[in-house]
């Protein structure tokens, strides 16, 4: 079974909008970290925000923020007041703590592209 | 130099041929990755070094063949590679304490095999 599911091969944001990039994810591991990274056409995987299964809050950075709901296991992440620079591919990866710190998986990516 | 560096950055070889994809990280981590992705698949780890040491070797095919010297350096040894080996290759880099790991990634090798 997959891991990471990401339903949206592409979005389409205006800019200066939010859009939502949903995420959901399958463990039965009680102890788990969940990641959103940003790769841009360059290639280069840039970490953007991260969530820990026993974080009460929902993490944010900046303009990225995870909304975490730990019952429907999903982790959506919110980008608001969208920029052109947010144009790229979005990852969503998990790491479970039983198979240790060193295996991510990650799903099939969503590719936003932000309209002028 | 910051953050994770690769080199080179695109590559054409052909099956018979042999190339090194270099990695290095500038960070301090003491894990370093290999990742492979290819078009519409999801990135498929590859190996993991944990102190110079390898920890994980995902049913790679032995045509790839590792190598880390310190716990800053990571290659990647290519040899009689098939066409389906055309993709990106991705190296991360980790502190490696389970609680935060977070994988900082380089901007990858792009290979083409002919």
């Known amino acids: 079974a997959q891991k990471i599911t990401q339903t949206q091969p592409g979005m389409f944001v205006q800019e200066k909008e939010a859009v939502t990039l949903d995420c959901t994810y399958d463990t039965s591991d009680p102890s788990y970290g969940l990641f959103w990274y940003k790769q841009p056409s360059s290639g280069e995987m840039i970490f953007l925000i991260y969530?820990?299964?026993?974080?009460?809050q929902n993490a944010t950075e900046g303009r990225y923020s995870l909304n975490f709901q730990k019952a429907r296991k999903s982790a959506n992440l919110v980008i608001s007041a969208s920029q052109l620079g947010d144009s790229a591919m979005y990852f969503c990866a998990m790491r479970e703590v039983k198979t240790g710190a060193n295996n991510l998986f990650f799903g099939t990516g969503t590719r936003l592209t932000v309209i002028p | 130099e910051t953050g994770v560096t690769q080199t080179p950055r695109h590559l054409v070889m052909g099956m018979t041929n042999k190339k090194s994809l270099k990695c290095e990280q500038h960070?301090?981590?003491?894990?370093m990755y290999w990742y492979k992705q290819s078009a519409k698949k999801p990135l498929e780890l590859m190996f993991v070094?944990?102190?110079?040491?390898?920890?994980e070797n995902n049913s790679v095919p032995s045509r790839f063949s590792p190598e880390c010297p310190n716990s800053s350096h990571l290659f990647l040894h290519l040899h009689t590679l098939q066409p389906e080996d055309s993709a990106l290759y991705l190296c991360?880099?980790?502190?490696?304490?389970?609680?935060?790991?977070?994988?900082?990634f380089g901007p990858g090798t792009r290979l083409t095999v002919l």
């Open positions: 960070l301090g981590h003491n894990a």
């Open positions: 070094y944990n102190f110079k040491e390898q920890t």
């Open positions: 991360a880099s980790s502190q490696d304490q389970p609680s935060t790991d977070t994988q900082y």
């Open positions: 969530q820990g299964s026993y974080d009460q």
